[in-house]
Structure formats: structure tokens, C-alpha cells
């Protein structure tokens, strides 16, 4: 999976439009959009006429549901956060975003492909709200385990043969998205569909009475 984010940076991946698809189409039971966008690229970015990845992806399953991939976020002035802790990510991109149009009392989901610190996409929600949205939410590609981030304590769907850990990947062969065991060289050949897979970490990363007083407790 990271080769194929690390290719998206460049290119378009199909692989990473049917992950981006088959997600959102499996969000949109539970979740009203009214809004579907991205993590914009940075002046310095656009300047160099650097690969807009979003701009590639190919969401048939949305356009179907009449959900089109548009920019409202424009960031307003370029940053690095290389090297930089959660605390200096937090304040290194205070104010720089804006919003292009108005979204008052609208539902929005935005994408990226990688979460590391939740700096630049807690920023983007902020302004959004700020903006007038209703509700936002935000959906990933994976997780950067190599930060400090909360979201590094999330919990991966487990095979329910060998109690190992289900895998994202890609079957080379019908080009789709599917959980495999981590123990498949091991002879465990235990396999879920992406929504599945999907299904099962909404489970067992959701949030109970526990863990909401112990957010009161630590915020």
C-alpha cells in the first residue's frame, strides 16, 4: 500500500480510485454528503505545476450518486512540516487555509491519502466550520505509523481463523481492493472484500462511553 500512495503522489493509480470509490459508496449509508473534496495542493505546488492527485481520481460509483469531487479548500500560503513535531505541525498551519464558496449548513467529506499528525486536516475541518459547514468528515488512504498521532492506536480487522491481522491489498488481477490474513505465507488464505473489511474497523475502532469520558478527561 505505501508503494501505491508513494506512485499517487506522481500519477494516477486505479487502485487507489477504487479505494476512494468503493469507501465513499460504503460511507454513504451512514453518512450525508452534500460535498465531496480534497486536501489542496500548496502556492508553491501549483507554482512548480506539481501533479494535482485528486484531480485524477476516477469516483464512477459517485458520479452515479450525482457526488462530485470538487475544490473548496485552497491553501493560502506554503508550508513544510518535515521535521517538525505534533506541537510545531499544530502551529505551522494556523490560518492557512480558506474556503472558496459557500457551504453554509452543507455536509462535507473530504479526503487525503495519508494521516499523520491530524495537523493539516484538524486545520481544514476547523475552517470549514468556521465557513459555515454543518458537519465534516474525513476519510484516508492510511495512517503514517512513523509519527505521534492518536490515530496510530487504531485496531486492524482480525482473521477469524488464526487471529492474525487483515491486510489491505490488491488483487493483481481484477485490479480490486481486498483484506488478506498477514499469515497468508504461513498458509492462511482467510480473505474479506474491501467493504467488509471496511465494516469490521468502523467496529472495532468505534468510540464507546469509555473512551468519550476519557477524551473529557485528557482534553
Known amino acids: ?13 486505479k487502485a487507489i480510485s477504487e479505494y476512494f470509490d468503493q469507501a465513499i459508496e460504503f460511507l454513504r449509508p451512514f453518512e450525508t454528503m452534500d460535498i465531496l473534496t480534497y486536501v489542496p495542493l500548496k502556492p508553491d505546488e501549483i507554482a512548480a505545476h506539481r501533479f494535482n492527485r485528486f484531480e485524477s481520481l476516477e469516483l464512477n460509483r459517485c458520479q452515479h450518486d450525482n457526488l462530485e469531487l470538487c475544490s473548496i479548500v485552497t491553501c493560502c500560503r506554503s508550508f513544510s512540516q518535515k521535521r517538525n513535531d505534533t506541537i510545531h505541525r499544530n502551529e505551522n498551519v494556523k490560518g492557512v487555509y480558506a474556503i472558496s464558496q459557500n ?62 491481522k487483515l491486510q489491505l491489498r490488491l488483487n493483481s488481477k481484477t485490479n480490486q481492493l481486498f483484506w488478506g490474513c498477514a499469515n497468508y505465507g504461513r498458509g492462511c488464505h482467510v480473505t474479506k472484500t474491501c467493504e467488509q473489511g471496511l465494516q469490521e474497523m468502523r467496529w472495532v475502532n468505534r468510540l464507546n462511553i469509555a473512551d468519550f469520558k476519557d477524551l473529557e478527561d485528557y482534553y
Open 103 to 164: 457551504i453554509q449548513n452543507k455536509k462535507i467529506l473530504i479526503i487525503d491519502d495519508v494521516y499523520s499528525t491530524g495537523a493539516t486536516i484538524s486545520e481544514i475541518v476547523k475552517t470549514l466550520y468556521e465557513a459555515g459547514a454543518a458537519y465534516v468528515s474525513a476519510l484516508f488512504i492510511g495512517v503514517n505509523q512513523l509519527t505521534e498521532s492518536p490515530a496510530n492506536l487504531y485496531q486492524a480487522p482480525i482473521c477469524s481463523a488464526c487471529g492474525g
Open 1 to 13: 500500500m505505501s508503494a501505491l500512495i508513494l506512485e499517487f503522489k506522481n500519477k494516477p493509480v
